[in-house]
């Protein structure tokens, strides 16, 4: 599948859109890395939202970025393509018929400058140098759990390796029960790198849901927002 292909297949499957953000509110998610910058876009973001505290913004900013990792990953199986998103440039807009208010671009996708050897590559470096540091920068102006943050992109990542990825028949690769427990070992990510995903598999949920759902270990705040309602998963809802 060619490039200019590729980005529609993913925005078909995924929240995510390319080219520039459209609105006259987009903040640029790679100025996040100096906290002056991550504290202004989130205060803003948090005062369009009505969001009560700056922690609620934070968690909730993490939980739709995600879905650009994600892309990043269906980038690979699908055609190849090693993206660096530390390099690319990732956008937000305000558009209040988003989810949590926020809408998603990659306004230009950066391919890295090395072919990957396997799959562990793309999930690795794009954790490594984007990932991390996102949830790190979130994590320090908001004062949001970093546990939290990353709950947030761990359900999702479930989601893509258990049903996304598997539903799509177009992708060659089959062994995505074997990937998905290589990326919740602990050592995934170097012995130097503790693994948020290892310690979250392994937490055990405080009640199971009638159709199998796993059950949050933490709670995103998404009831928090102005007409927010918990998620169906979250760990405040009792059985």
């Known amino acids: 599948m060619r490039h200019d292909e590729l980005l529609p297949y993913i925005s078909n499957h995924l929240p995510v859109f390319f080219g520039p953000a459209a609105g006259s509110l987009v903040w640029d998610v790679t100025a996040w890395k100096k906290p002056s910058s991550a504290l202004q876009d ?3 973001i948090q005062q369009l939202q009505g969001a009560p505290k700056l922690n609620v913004t934070g968690s909730l900013a993490v ?9 990043a990953l269906l980038a690979y199986y699908r055609s190849g393509e090693h993206w660096d998103l530390a390099a690319s440039s990732v956008q937000i807009a305000h558009d209040k018929e988003s989810v949590f208010q926020l809408k998603l671009y990659t306004a230009e996708v950066s391919l890295s400058r090395t072919s990957p050897q396997n799959w562990m590559e793309p999930v690795k470096d794009n954790f490594i140098n984007w990932l991390k540091p996102l949830v790190e920068a979130v994590e320090r102006v908001t004062k949001v759990n970093q546990i939290i943050l990353w709950e947030n992109v761990f359900i ?12 799509l028949s177009e992708l060659e690769e089959n062994e995505w029960k074997n990937q998905w427990e290589e990326i919740v ?34 709670c995103c705040y998404k009831y928090r927002l102005p007409g927010g309602k918990n998620c169906k998963t979250c760990c405040q809802i009792k059985a």
């Open 42 to 44: 989130l205060t803003l």
């Open 63 to 71: 939980k739709r970025l995600s879905f650009i990792y994600l892309g």
């Open 156 to 167: 999702y990542l479930k989601w893509f390796y258990e049903v996304l990825a598997p539903s």
């Open 185 to 218: 070992s602990e050592s995934f990510f170097g012995e130097d790198t503790p693994n948020p995903f290892a310690y979250l598999n392994k937490t055990k949920a405080k009640r199971t849901m009638e159709d199998g759902k796993r059950v949050r270990h933490t």
